[in-house]
């Protein structure tokens, strides 16, 4: 049965603290590894795909990288406009991992 | 370009009864899938639609159906609703299986 998890379930950082999260899979024949965030009462927000394990994908702070059992997502001197939901997709079974509850403080 | 479109945004329900989901994807895209999302079970996929067929299907009682139109949009149904029911309803729309989806704000069903 395909998996996936993330660690940490919650995470506290100082703004500037930069950190990872983490999206371990077990699925056979991966086909897309997706990330999103979710505000509060809203549905997520597309962020980044990566299709092959070396690939990376950067946006402002945010940066995502895949080896070919787990997803990273660096976050680069967070702002309190990060605080959110963190959630990976697994492309093929469309399984979602539990997600990663980001809070960043002023 | 118009996002992904859900309608009602909020509904209460009584038990026993049954309530009909509506989500218009965006404009190309044929491929829509739904989503349960509770605070216990986190995101849960239900079923994905391609050209009016549905192609997957997750681990969810018959009392979950939908159905896509023609024009792409798509409809969700829960018949005999039960309090466990209540939930937060997402849609997405994505031109393929496994191609990046986006997300409706979702139907907030509460079952009392």
């Known amino acids: 049965e395909d998996q996936v998890t993330q660690s940490p379930e919650a995470l506290r950082l100082q703004e500037g603290e930069s950190s990872s999260l983490n999206c371990s899979y077990t699925v056979s024949g991966l086909r897309g590894l997706f990330w999103y965030r979710q505000d509060p009462g809203k549905g997520p927000e597309f962020l980044f795909t990566?299709?092959?394990a070396g690939e990376e994908k950067e946006k402002e702070r945010l940066k995502a990288t895949l080896t070919k059992k787990e997803s990273f997502l660096h976050i680069t001197a967070p702002k309190p406009e990060d605080s959110a939901t963190y959630l990976c997709?697994?492309?093929?079974?469309?399984?979602f991992g539990p997600g990663t509850r980001l809070s960043v403080l002023p | 370009k118009a996002g992904v479109t859900q309608t009602p945004r909020y509904l209460i329900k009584t038990r026993g009864q049954q309530v009909t989901l509506s989500c218009s994807p965006i404009s190309g895209h044929r491929s829509v899938s739904w989503y349960q999302q509770t605070p216990g079970q986190g995101l849960q996929f239900l079923f994905e639609y391609f050209s009016e067929t549905q192609r997957n299907k997750g681990n969810f009682p018959g009392r979950f159906s939908g159905r896509q139109f023609s024009n792409s949009r798509s409809e969700m149904n829960v018949s005999t609703l039960e309090l466990g029911d209540s939930a937060l309803y997402l849609c997405?729309?994505?031109?393929?299986?496994?191609?990046?989806?986006?997300f409706g704000q979702g139907t907030r069903l509460t079952v009392v």
């Open positions: 997405a729309s994505s031109s393929g299986q496994v191609a990046e989806a986006f």
């Open positions: 990566l299709y092959s």
């Open positions: 997709l697994t492309g093929q079974n469309f399984v």
